[in-house]
């Protein structure tokens, strides 16, 4: 396709540490993808450092607006060039995404606002842009009427953000709460050099994910926000 995949396809997979495994697989079994293609940090920060140092840096980026603030604030910061696109125009986002090297979108937004782009429309994105490294920005999943984690990962060059945040600390996953991971194709993924992760850190983010309760209780959470919303 262009010298960007040439690039990628360059880049070894990354190894899974054995500290890590046990979370990595269960990060990996919940998004449908392989172990080699989780990337797992201590913080959502550090996973958007990570980005930012491999994937924005040194490209011409475009954000999807709205966007998550953070997101957007590290593709500014980071990108050589950057620039803005509504989100709701699916011609302007392919349009946007003909010129640049990364486009960046977000769905849903903290609010809890509905997805800026459908899994129909994202496919249609990907195969009349197929150029750019596609980010999205799904940390508030778990807010999503209509997910977009798997057709992503189904999707050339594109990686997601996810993280656990608010929602799971409502709901008693203190330790899950803080974790990042980055999800995509190797060659994309294994850049990001992920470092190890505590091993009480694994410990405990591995129990809270093992109590059933804990994830029911996020899932009326987010239903009750959804409703909220409506």
Do not use: K
């Amino acid at each position: 396709m262009t010298a960007l995949l040439t690039e990628r396809l360059a880049i070894p997979a990354p190894t899974v540490r054995s500290v890590d495994r046990p979370l990595v697989e269960r990060l990996a079994s919940r998004v449908a993808c392989s172990v080699d293609e989780i990337a797992a940090f201590t913080s959502v920060p550090r996973a958007l450092e990570a980005l930012a140092t491999q994937i924005f840096a040194g490209r011409r980026v475009a954000i999807a607006a709205p966007a998550g603030e953070v997101i957007a604030s590290r593709a500014w910061s980071a990108a050589r060039s950057a620039t803005e696109v509504n989100a709701r125009q699916l011609d302007a986002l392919v349009a946007a995404g003909r010129d640049a090297d990364v486009l960046v979108l977000s769905s849903p937004l903290r609010d809890g606002s509905a997805a800026t782009i459908s899994p129909r429309e994202l496919l249609l994105l990907r195969s009349r842009a197929p150029r750019p490294i596609l980010v999205l920005d799904l940390l508030e999943e778990d807010r999503a009427r209509t997910p977009l984690t798997q057709p992503a990962l189904l999707l050339p060059g594109t990686i997601l953000l996810r993280g656990f945040g608010q929602l799971w600390r409502d709901a008693g996953a203190s330790r899950l709460g803080d974790i990042g991971f980055v999800a995509g194709p190797r060659d994309l993924v294994g850049p990001l050099e992920a470092p190890a992760l505590p091993e009480s850190l694994v410990t405990a983010a591995c129990m809270e994910l093992d109590q059933p309760d804990i994830e029911r209780r996020v899932q009326e959470l987010a239903a009750l926000g959804r409703q909220i919303g409506a």
